[in-house]
């Protein structure tokens, strides 16, 4: 086994290991909400001015199937759908106070159950596997630079 197979199956391990945290993390007070649900709420909360072919789009769903979720989140009172002022044909999707709320403690504690891990760690590595994320996310986005921003020579 190569060096990039090796560190590829370490990536694809570990990220097991992230979604487990972040999973059990989640647990217990979002279970009245499904992981689709939820998946539609981080959705509309990321992206201005969605609509339902932008939602169906990023869920790679066909629309009804987006707006049957919808119509579920609208009957708990966590989405709300509203004509979009700059054309009256197209539906714009928002959250609730009570959704923002749900997101809000969600993020809080998968970033709590993430500092638990992460607290187990020395600082140097710590510092050593933020260096790699950061590199990780630049390769996975084709940027030609490093970290640093100097332009990549190999």
């Given at each position: 086994m190569d060096r990039v197979s090796d560190a590829a199956a370490a990536v694809e391990s570990t990220v097991d290991a992230l979604v487990s945290v972040l999973e059990s993390a989640g647990l217990g007070h979002a279970t009245n909400v499904p992981p689709a649900q939820l998946r539609v709420l981080a959705i509309v909360a990321d992206t201005r001015h969605t609509n339902m072919s932008r939602l169906a789009e990023a869920l790679e769903v066909v629309p009804s199937s987006a707006s049957r979720l919808c119509d579920r989140l609208e009957a708990t009172g966590l989405l709300r759908r509203v004509p979009d002022p700059r054309d009256r044909r197209e539906v714009r999707l928002l959250l609730t106070p009570a959704a923002r709320r749900l997101l809000d403690?969600?993020?809080?504690?998968?970033?709590?159950?993430?500092?638990?891990?992460?607290?187990?760690?020395?600082?140097?590595?710590r510092q050593d596997l933020v260096r790699s994320l950061r590199a990780f996310a630049t390769a996975a986005a084709g940027d030609d630079k490093d970290e640093d921003g100097s332009l990549r020579t190999a």
């Open positions: 403690d969600l993020r809080e504690r998968r970033r709590q159950a993430l500092e638990e891990v992460l607290g187990r760690m020395q600082d140097e590595e």
